[in-house]
């Protein structure tokens, strides 16, 4: 089965802090996904990688910078928290351009910006 | 991309089944539909996905009329458990996901 998991569950912040998700699969996918989940907005991507060291802007990219060094972790960066960032942290994994276009996802972090 | 609608919320009750309809009026013709299911404080997990016609899986059913503008995902005998949101995506193949769209999905409500 495939396993993608992130570094917190929960986490608090203050704002103005610089915040570190992590994200790692274990399936050797090429693409990987970092969305926020807000009550009545579903998912929104912020970020999106198809390989090491490449990325690419989803719809919400503002406030947010990621890097991937190495092709199992994806780490989304908030750079000066502030409060509208509070949100569930949701990372995904893909496999290569195919037929199936299934997304794998982690369990989720929910932040809190106070 | 193709936008997607879908109802808000269902409830149901537990051994009924339940179907979900998806509206997808722009769809391309590469584009696949594809169901994920949400429950609390979990990521989306895929359910089924299709082209045409109909797929079946051991969870859910997905019914795809010709002109493609809607889906219909059929969960058979539904249990406490399938209590979760529910979401249906548009988007071409060959693009590792990244041009799909999650919607605010339909949050199913399955009751004793």
């Known amino acids: 089965d495939v396993k993608v998991t992130q570094s917190s569950r929960y986490l608090v912040k203050r704002t103005g802090e610089k915040v570190f998700l992590e994200c790692v699969q274990d399936?050797?996918?090429?693409?990987m996904f970092w969305y926020r989940q807000d009550p009545g907005l579903g998912l929104r991507l912020i970020y999106f990688?198809?390989?090491?060291?490449?990325?690419e802007k989803g719809d919400i990219p503002e406030g947010y910078s990621v890097s991937r060094e190495k092709k199992e972790r994806f780490s989304l960066i908030l750079e000066s928290a502030s409060t509208n960032q509070t949100s569930m942290y949701l990372c995904?994994?893909?496999?290569?351009?195919?037929?199936?276009?299934?997304?794998?996802f982690g369990p989720g972090t929910r932040l809190l910006v106070l | 991309l193709a936008k997607t609608t879908q109802p808000i919320s269902m409830d149901s009750y537990e051994g009924q089944e339940v179907n979900i309809t998806c509206s997808h009026n722009?769809?391309?013709?590469?584009?696949?539909i594809t169901w994920y299911q949400q429950f609390p404080s979990q990521g989306p997990r895929f359910i089924i996905q299709g082209y045409k016609t109909k797929v079946t899986n051991e969870v859910a059913s997905l019914f795809i009329p010709a002109d493609r503008k809607s889906s219909t995902l059929s969960l058979p005998r539904v249990s406490l458990s399938d209590t979760a949101v529910y979401y249906c995506?548009?988007?071409?193949?060959?693009?590792?996901?990244?041009?799909?769209?999650f919607g605010a999905g339909t949050r199913l409500f399955v009751k004793a």
């Open positions: 995506l548009v988007g071409p193949a060959n693009t590792g996901g990244f041009k799909t769209i």
């Open positions: 995904a994994s893909s496999p290569p351009s195919g037929r199936e276009e299934t997304q794998y």
């Open positions: 990688s198809y390989d090491v060291k490449m990325k």
């Open positions: 722009n769809i391309a013709t590469n584009d696949y």
């Open positions: 399936m050797d996918h090429e693409n």
